[in-house]
């Protein structure tokens, strides 16, 4: 420790909040550079690594092959997808000096789908997995918490190719047995829940919560059953969904003549107030605004109590605009309208329901010409997204509520997302028409699927749950040491005795950190609490009676043992 680049701090930074960013911040592990963007020091480039490492042995275990895409990437496969303006300003972008667009990559999907294409072409090559252990970019609207959510950090992603949804499920189970051996392994304390896809598309997913009261995510679980989902994805139990076709048809109103934001949402307001006052019928209305550049651009729905601040958020990105209202041959024609209604029991009692164009569900699961950048229509139901039935209910989750699956009662906890795996299915195969050649000669369009864990992000998670008032306390499969040694005696010989110890440790396959710094014992002992290796050696007084004391920093017990025989002991 004389020589390790580390500085320990005594305050709690003036900008972190939560215990994880306070206790890795001070004990060295992290340094900030800009908001969402960290600096690894020794110690936290050690766990960080050890992380990696139970990753990628699981991943290997499954069959996955590892690989390492670049973080610059060319606009053109994201155009592709529509991700280019789907992720809106969560986008890091950039021009090459060509004045090209370039963006850093903040999750592969299309990058892996066209590799594969661009090196295999038959049935005979498949299944396959790659994954890569990398740096990804994600400007996001509010980085927090440190390394917990930052704008750079490190994910595993995963992908599986597959010819049919056998294949895709075999692989999305291997994953999902893959993470609970990782998550395991790093002895989190997590759920796996029904998940929404959000802004990945596809259809099955699920993600795997680490309990937390930090967490930004709310689950339920059902303690009976073991029913288990993030808020966003409960679907309580709905009448069959209806048919698309037997939606009623969208009423027609008159629109001011010459629309602004303000008569719109004036003229909305009235417009819906008649309407839907007591109203016990299903009915719907909605506004569609054209740029002035002619293209779609806006959607908007009338919605009892959240029509206001709907119609008000168009005003970031139209300016003064066409109103029309949509018909059903709009709906016909755009395929990514969702088409929505108010339930029969009112908003309060029933939450609103909406129907989307089932190839909406099985293409794309977000809607194109979003009414900003990254904001999506979706956005109109609060981040729930659809189901595979093409249904979606705003149900508020509570405390108490009974379980969708009529087993007991929820309870809702918070979480922190540490790894979410996706059944894609043909999503990206499609738009870059990845075909191999069948056993029939005919081609196979593939099935993918996508899994992805945050690497870094499981470092704060790990310090979060396993931290006390004194410090950080890391379990041995990511600790940064597994031993720290401390001397706490300025005696010639105990020194010698201490360094001896450390070499025999480290003889014996630990790693082993020494603090042979000029400090006194009790600045040592603070450290070597703040830091968090999970034993703590101190050559201290007793050297001279021939003991030592093993500290363990999780039950805080000490024990003196003879300073022969001290290698067994911490062993
Ligand atoms: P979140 O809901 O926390 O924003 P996400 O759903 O956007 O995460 P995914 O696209 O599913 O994230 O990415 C896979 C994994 O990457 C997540 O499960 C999470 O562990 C991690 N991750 C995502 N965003 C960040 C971030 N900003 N910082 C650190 N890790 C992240
Ligand atoms: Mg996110
Ligand atoms: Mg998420
Ligand atoms: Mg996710």
């Not at 390492?68 to 992720?87: F, G, I, K, Q």
């Not at 740096?135 to 704008?151: F, H, N, Q, S, V």
């Not at 410090?471 to 597994?482: D, M």
Request: negative net charge.
């Amino acid at each position: 420790m004389s020589t390790l680049f580390l500085r320990t701090l005594r305050d709690d930074p003036a900008d972190a909040e939560v215990p994880s960013h306070k206790l890795l911040v001070r004990a060295g592990y992290v340094r900030r550079v800009a908001p969402g963007v960290y600096t690894w020091l020794p110690l936290g480039l050690r766990v960080l690594k050890a992380i990696e490492n139970v990753v990628r042995e699981e991943m290997n275990a499954i069959g996955g092959q590892e690989i390492l895409l670049p973080a610059l990437l060319p606009r053109e496969p994201y155009d592709t997808t529509n991700r280019w303006t789907e992720y809106g300003d969560a986008l890091f972008r950039l021009k090459d000096r060509k004045g090209a667009d370039m963006l850093l990559g903040p999750t592969h999907e299309e990058l892996f789908a066209t590799l594969v294409k661009s090196e295999y072409s038959s049935y005979k090559d498949m299944p396959v997995i790659l994954y890569q252990i990398q740096t990804k970019y994600r400007d996001e609207e509010r980085p927090r918490a440190g390394i917990l959510r930052g704008r750079e950090f490190v994910m595993k992603d995963a992908y599986s190719f597959d010819l049919d949804d056998d294949g895709l499920k075999r692989a999305y189970d291997a994953h999902r047995e893959a993470y609970q051996k990782i998550f395991e392994r790093l002895q989190i304390r997590y759920v796996i829940v029904a998940a929404t896809s959000g802004a990945m598309g596809g259809s099955a997913s699920e993600e795997f919560l680490a309990e937390s009261e930090v967490g930004e995510d709310t689950f339920v679980r059902c303690v009976e059953s073991g029913y288990a989902a993030n808020v966003e994805a409960v679907v309580t139990r709905a009448p069959e969904p209806k048919p698309y076709d037997d939606l009623p048809a969208a009423q027609v109103h008159d629109t001011p003549d010459t629309p602004t934001i303000d008569t719109l949402v004036d003229w909305a307001n009235a417009t819906l107030d008649q309407q839907y006052t007591g109203a016990d019928t299903l009915k719907n209305v909605m506004v569609k605004l054209r740029a002035p550049g002619g293209d779609w651009e806006i959607t908007g729905v009338g919605v009892p109590g959240d029509r206001e601040v709907d119609l008000k958020r168009l005003e970031a990105s139209v300016e003064p605009a066409e109103v029309e209202l949509l018909t059903d041959a709009d709906f016909a024609a755009n395929p990514f309208l969702v088409k929505g209604y108010i339930g029969p029991k009112g908003l309060a009692a029933n939450g609103i329901r909406y129907l989307v164009d089932p190839r909406v569900v099985d293409g794309t699961s977000w809607i194109t010409g979003a009414d900003a950048p990254g904001r999506h229509y979706v956005g109109l139901v609060a981040g729930r997204d659809f189901t595979p039935d093409g249904t979606v209910e705003a149900a508020e989750v509570r405390d108490g509520d009974p379980s969708p699956d009529g087993a007991g009662v929820l309870v809702s906890a918070k979480g922190i997302e540490i790894g979410h795996i996706f059944q894609l299915g043909q999503k990206y195969t499609d738009a870059f028409e990845v075909d191999v050649l069948g056993e029939n000669g005919k081609p196979v369009r593939l099935t993918q699927g996508s899994y992805g864990v945050g690497v870094s992000r499981l470092v704060a998670v790990i310090a979060e749950q396993f931290h006390d008032d004194k410090g950080l306390r890391w379990p041995k499969s990511v600790a940064p040491f597994a031993v720290h040694v401390v001397i706490a005696n300025k005696d010639t010989a105990a020194v010698a005795g201490a360094e001896k110890l450390a070499a025999e440790l480290d003889a014996a396959g630990l790693e082993v950190l020494l603090d042979d710094r000029k400090a006194s014992p009790g600045v040592k002992f603070k450290d070597a609490e703040l830091l968090g290796m999970p034993t703590v050696v101190v050559v201290g007084r007793g050297y001279a009676n021939g003991t030592i004391e093993i500290r363990d920093r999780f039950t805080g017990e000490a024990a003196e043992v003879a300073v022969d025989g001290a290698v067994d002991a911490v062993i």
